[in-house]
């Protein structure tokens, strides 16, 4: 469901490559997944996915928008401590109220920078949870904009090759890229602060070209003028990589080892959810 809807949330589409066994018969293992994505979109498929657009928010850690009409669908996978959701008012567009279309009460905080939302977790469902709001007007019209800012749109960045098209991967375009190749050195990319900023979540396969043999890390400072991996992981198509636990330095450097090409479109680090 994850994949699926940060998917749906880019404004992209996704083909289920589900295929029968020697029998005809589907792996049960994978009917079964099918069957829960089912019962999604029973209750919200047809409201907030068929003939909708991604957006109006990037996706972001927490999860994915999508919208229809004067609707937007807040698709929420991972809830703050305090059970609060905010997220930026849209540009000439009054919010006039949300609902759960699961069942539930929401309750709705509107401010003219902001709105939050609050959803107790006994009204929230398993895997993720849909907040249906209505506007005063059509949201597919506004401009997309940044639920959660990425701590590398503020840093300064340089790379191991093509530093002059480093601009691609803070743009939030997916169409433009980072290119860098093995046979030249070392593939990486260094973000910089003045002061300490504390990470929970990486993003680096929008727009990537999947190499399933690459190793990527995110390294600090050694001490001694070199670098050490903080954070490693194992490269598959998951929309966010989050943390073992919270990162804080003021410089980090992201080290793709065993890929012959890297081809990246954004690098996003995001903070820990509060």
Request: hydrophobic letters at 40%.
């Amino acid at each position: 469901m994850e994949i699926l809807l940060y998917v749906w949330g880019g404004d992209g589409n996704m083909l289920l490559n589900i295929g029968p066994r020697g029998d005809g018969s589907l792996n049960p293992a994978e009917l079964a997944v099918l069957e829960k994505v089912a019962a999604w979109w029973a209750i919200h498929g047809e409201a907030s996915i068929r003939g909708s657009c991604g957006g109006p928010y990037f996706p972001a850690p927490w999860g994915v928008s999508t919208c229809k009409g004067n609707r937007v669908f807040l698709h929420v996978f991972r809830w703050p401590s305090n059970h609060t959701l905010s997220v930026p008012a849209l540009p000439g567009r009054q919010l006039a109220g949300a609902t759960l279309p699961a069942g539930g009460r929401v309750e709705v905080s509107a401010s003219p920078g902001s709105w939050t939302f609050r959803v107790d977790p006994s009204a929230r469902q398993p895997v993720v949870t849909t907040i249906q709001l209505q506007l005063d007007g059509d949201a597919v019209a506004v401009e997309p904009l940044a639920a959660q800012a990425s701590l590398t749109w503020s840093a300064r960045l340089t790379a191991s090759q093509n530093p002059e098209k480093l601009g691609a991967v803070v743009d939030r375009d997916a169409t433009t890229e980072w290119e860098a190749r093995e046979d030249r050195g070392e593939i990486w990319i260094e973000a910089r602060w003045d002061h300490p900023v504390e990470i929970g979540s990486v993003v680096t396969g929008r727009g990537e070209r999947w190499a399933p043999r690459h190793s990527p890390e995110l390294q600090v400072p050694d001490g001694r003028g070199g670098w050490r991996a903080a954070f490693t992981w194992k490269p598959k198509f998951a929309p966010v990589t989050f943390l073992d636990a919270p990162l804080k330095a003021d410089r980090v450097r992201l080290l793709v080892k065993d890929c012959p090409r890297y081809d990246l479109a954004e690098f996003e680090l995001y903070p820990p959810l509060p």
